[in-house]
């Protein structure tokens, strides 16, 4: 499985920005992962291929993740962006999916597949 990610850049507090994933063969769960300088990995947002989403709740009611099965692509629709989601974020996939507590997991360790990343920088 190979995916990249597009989409990123720098945009002022309260702005938006739409990030991309293409991916090639065959995933049944995918999701979005974002790391700052110095801090570790963390899960923002997965989704599973019959439509189950979880959410960080960091980011819950900002941030909307979706997918087009037909064109095999993840997106990470990001709104109200405060300087504090500034980080690189990592589209993460696996061909299967994990629960944690009923909740589609945002576990890096449940996840097999990575991309290269892609900048998201938010400006107070």
């Known amino acids: 499985v190979h995916l990249v990610e597009s989409g990123g850049g720098s945009v002022q507090s309260g702005g938006s920005l739409r990030l991309s994933c293409a991916a090639s063969g065959y995933t049944r769960c995918m999701g979005w992962f974002r790391q700052s300088p110095g801090k570790e990995r963390e899960g923002v947002a997965a989704?599973?291929?019959?439509?189950?989403?979880s959410y960080a709740d960091s980011v819950k009611g900002r941030f909307t993740i979706s997918q087009d099965n037909a064109k095999n692509t993840l997106y990470l629709q990001m709104n109200t962006l405060k300087p504090k989601d500034t980080a690189m974020y990592y589209c993460?996939?696996?061909?299967?999916?994990?629960?944690?507590?009923?909740?589609?997991?945002?576990?890096?360790?449940?996840?097999?597949?990575w991309g290269q990343g892609t900048q998201v920088t938010v400006s107070s």
């Open positions: 993460a996939a696996n061909s299967g999916c994990y629960y944690y507590s009923l909740r589609l997991s945002l576990r890096e360790s449940h996840f097999a597949y």
């Open positions: 989704i599973s291929s019959d439509g189950r989403i």
